[in-house]
Structure formats: structure tokens, C-alpha cells
């Protein structure tokens, strides 16, 4: 599946590298260019890691990511059509998005519901700093939920989880 690089693409990915080794030995010492330079070394890196990967004939993180996010898919943990017809009817009606981001978090089990203790709003937490406005209304719909809050319209599996947070600081508790 994954072709073997050809020698021009892992030439033209070394001079990226090194340019920017050259660029990044020429910066002075101010805090803009520290900056830029912690960023360049973090591309080098980057291509540092993806050339070798190439090298080696294994896929790169980005394929990788690629193929786990298709391996849940093939293995049939995609939402159903009626599922699907359902939230686009409900996007149509309502004029907002519809979001898949948590559909396979929550099958990897890193997100999960959270039901504050004072007001009972139910929202989607992936960390303390990371989740979602309150749900205004919760739909099932064979093996998801459709989850619809001010903004936009979530899809999830009912597998996803469900624990007690407290606001403001959106810790979790054993639900």
C-alpha cells in the first residue's frame, strides 16, 4: 500500500532540514526569534522523523493516523445512514454544522459526558479545558445520539460514557 520513496523526495526533504538548520544556526537571540526557532525545530524534526519513517517503508504519523481512523470505520463503528439522514434533517431545520470530532474519540473512550452536578446540563468533556457548550436537546438514534447544542449538531456512539462533573473546573466524577 505504502510506496517506497524515491530518492529525489527524501533529497528535497534533507535540504528543507537542513535550510532550516542553516536558518535556524543564523538567528539572533531575541524572543521573536527564539520562538521561530523552537519552531523550526520542531518541523525539523518533523521531516527528520517523517524522512526516516519513509526510509525505513513505514507509513508516516499522518498515515498512520489515517489508517486507524479507516480501521474503525471498516470494522462497521461508523454511524448509520438513518442516523446520518436524521442530523442533516435536523442541520437543514436548525441552520447548523454537524460535527463527527467526537464520534471516534469517544469509540477510543477519551471524551465522555459530562452531567454537571448543579444544573444537571449534560455537555461533551475531553479535558478540563476542552468541551462542549451544554446540549439543548439529545436524540438517539439506533447505536448514536445526536447531540444538539447553541451551535452545532454532535454525533456520537451510545458506548460513549457518562460521568458527574463540577463546574467551573469540569472535574470528573464516577457517574
Same mark, same amino acid.
Given at each position: ?9 527524501? $533529497?528535497?526533504? $534533507?535540504? !528543507? ?48 493516523? !489515517? ?78 445520539? !445526536? ?12 458506548? !460513549? ?11 470528573? $466524577?464516577?457517574?
Amino acid at each position: 500500500m505504502i510506496k517506497k520513496p524515491n530518492s529525489e523526495i527524501i $533529497k528535497t526533504l $534533507k535540504k !528543507i532540514a537542513n535550510s532550516y538548520k542553516k536558518r535556524d544556526s543564523q538567528e539572533e537571540d531575541n524572543d521573536e526569534e527564539k520562538e521561530d526557532i523552537i519552531n523550526l525545530k520542531t518541523r525539523i524534526e518533523s521531516l527528520e522523523d517523517t524522512v526516516s519513517r519513509l526510509k525505513e517503508g513505514k507509513p508516516t504519523l499522518e498515515q498512520e493516523r !489515517i489508517n486507524e481512523i479507516n480501521s474503525l470505520f471498516d470494522s462497521n463503528n461508523a454511524p448509520t445512514v438513518e442516523t446520518l439522514n436524521r442530523a442533516t434533517r435536523l442541520s437543514i431545520e436548525q441552520t447548523k454544522p454537524i460535527s463527527l470530532e467526537y464520534f471516534i474519540k469517544a469509540l477510543k473512550d477519551t471524551v465522555f459526558i459530562g452531567v454537571d452536578t448543579e444544573n444537571n446540563e449534560k455537555r461533551i468533556v475531553e479535558s478540563v479545558n476542552k468541551f462542549t457548550e451544554p446540549f439543548i436537546k439529545i436524540y438517539k438514534s439506533n447505536e448514536e445520539f !445526536i447531540l444538539v447544542n447553541h451551535k452545532t449538531i454532535y454525533i456520537t456512539p451510545t458506548s !460513549i460514557k457518562a460521568k458527574k462533573i463540577t463546574p467551573p473546573s469540569i472535574k470528573a $466524577k464516577k457517574y
